[in-house]
């Protein structure tokens, strides 16, 4: 152990991480290439050394798994924070409690995103569009097309083509919309669902839904509450190909009607005090192809909320909160030390009217979810950021399943305009007003949300 520890020490993590910033060809894992090890164990442990799995030892004893980090402390994981979170911390009274780092891969995803990550690896490439394609040129089958990028470019298409890694979802989803001091101006209701055309992996037919293979995905949010927004909704359908942007379709109970929305205008928020865009969903809310400049930015460990984040013991799954003015800005939070991030760097390409001129995205290297975000405004100063936190739905009572395997999902986020400081508190709940509760890879969710038939029914 001594001899690993000097041989595999931090120098040689930072050197290591240093390869792919800037261009550079990308491998990641630091003792071993990481899916390799993946392939063989389904663990993550022998692809980094011990340091880098253990925020004790990488603080030395100054920051210990169990403990809260907060403003007294915080200076001692900065480089582990995006800039925003370290300034929620420092300056606003937000804290989070350190857990076990998750080397179980099957504990980071869904269960049959892994194998299907496994099964199709080294499957898919890119076409003369600029797609992601498997051998015949047909779109891709399944899982992560790219689990061990060689470029920022494949990380974003991976995560661009499948946000919540099943083949279908519905989230039940309250929302909070804080003011700068604190109060809650607006307090929403809503149904998300998502629903994926092509690379199905557990919803029959797979890998293509049939009719659909020129579509990668439908996705509906639904409002249901409070009464003065009931029924408005929005419906965004995606074309496979990248560089088209998807038809959006609404609901607005005043006009009664459905009508088709400009799509390319995708910088503003839905609906009143909101801090969130539809560019914003999953960090990755446009196709791939309308950002481009894609560079990774840096590399290194960070620390994300990856386990223990469902609130099993409130009846309706609702989270507690703490920090700013009203002690209420803040999701409680745990968060685990994660050996890699990757940081990816993106511009607005085909977006000439976007307020943002850039934005960065901190990744795991082991599965390329989006951990957190930070946007830049067109002056090039920080405007908006986002972070969530993932997690299997189990627990010492018992748990949810999604099918043979305890539900994998998110569970909580922030999102932040800190130009006004205003907070949006989003968290997926068990059931919202109007009986509508949670589902996974439930077809049915098509009809009942996913049309512009399902938007009309559910407005009126």
């Keep these: 152990m001594v001899h690993r520890i000097t041989k595999f020490g931090r120098d040689f993590s930072r050197r290591s991480f240093l390869g792919g910033v800037g261009g550079g060809a990308l491998a990641t894992g630091i003792l071993a290439p990481l899916w390799d090890t993946i392939a063989k164990a389904g663990d993550i442990t022998a692809a980094y050394p011990d340091h880098l799995l253990s925020i004790d030892d990488y603080t030395k004893g100054k920051i210990t798994t169990g403990q809260m980090i907060d403003a007294g402390n915080v200076e001692h994981v900065k480089d582990l924070l ?34 299907a990550t ?17 051998e015949d040129g047909k779109p891709w089958v399944g899982g992560n097309p790219f689990p061990d990028p060689k470029s920022a470019l494949e990380a974003f298409a991976a995560l661009t083509l499948s946000w919540g890694r099943h083949d279908v979802s519905f989230y039940p989803v309250k929302e909070y919309d804080l003011e700068p001091e604190g109060e809650v101006a607006y307090r929403y209701e809503a149904c998300w669902a998502e629903m994926a055309a092509t690379g199905r992996v557990a919803v029959d037919p797979q890998p293509y839904w049939p009719g659909h293979e020129d579509k990668l995905r439908y996705q509906s949010i639904i409002f249901t509450a409070p009464n003065s927004i009931q029924g408005t909704s ?67 460990p960070t620390l ?26 803040f999701w409680d939070m745990d968060v685990e030390f994660v050996p890699e991030a990757i940081v990816i760097e993106a511009e607005p ?60 999902s998110w569970t909580m986020l922030h999102a932040h305009d800190i130009q006004t400081n205003r907070m949006t508190r989003m968290e997926q709940v068990k059931t919202i007003a109007g009986g509508h509760s949670m589902l996974v890879n439930d077809q049915s969710a098509y009809d009942r949300y996913l049309t512009r038939d399902a938007l009309l029914r559910l407005g009126t």
């Design 234 to 300: 929005f419906l965004n359908i995606w074309p496979y190909d990248q560089n088209e942007f998807p038809d959006l379709f609404g609901y607005l109970p005043e006009f009664k009607r459905v009508r088709s929305f400009p799509t390319n205008q995708r910088f503003e928020p839905l609906i009143a005090g909101s801090s969130l865009y539809l560019s914003d969903a999953w960090a990755a809310g446009d196709p791939f192809l309308t950002w481009g400049n894609y560079k990774i930015v840096h590399r290194g």
């Design 118 to 134: 496994l099964r199709n690896r080294n499957r898919a490439r890119f076409d003369a569009s600029g797609n992601v394609t498997v």
């Design 349 to 408: 390409v085909k977006y000439p009217r976007a307020p943002i001129s850039r934005k960065q995205v901190w990744f795991d290297a082991r599965t390329l979810l989006p951990l957190s975000m930070v946007s830049f405004d067109r002056r090039g100063e920080m405007f908006r950021s986002f972070d969530g936190a993932f997690s299997l739905y189990e627990g010492k009572q018992g748990g949810i399943k999604d099918g043979a395997h305890p539900y994998w």
């Design 82 to 115: 995006d800039p925003i979170r370290l300034s929620q911390i420092r300056d606003m009274g937000r804290k989070v409690r350190v857990v076990p780092t998750t080397t179980d891969i099957y504990k980071l995803s869904p269960w049959e995103y892994i194998e």
């Design 304 to 329: 994300a909320g990856l386990s223990g984040g469902w609130a099993a013991e409130h009846p309706n799954w609702e989270h507690k909160t703490h920090g700013g003015p009203k002690g209420n800005t």
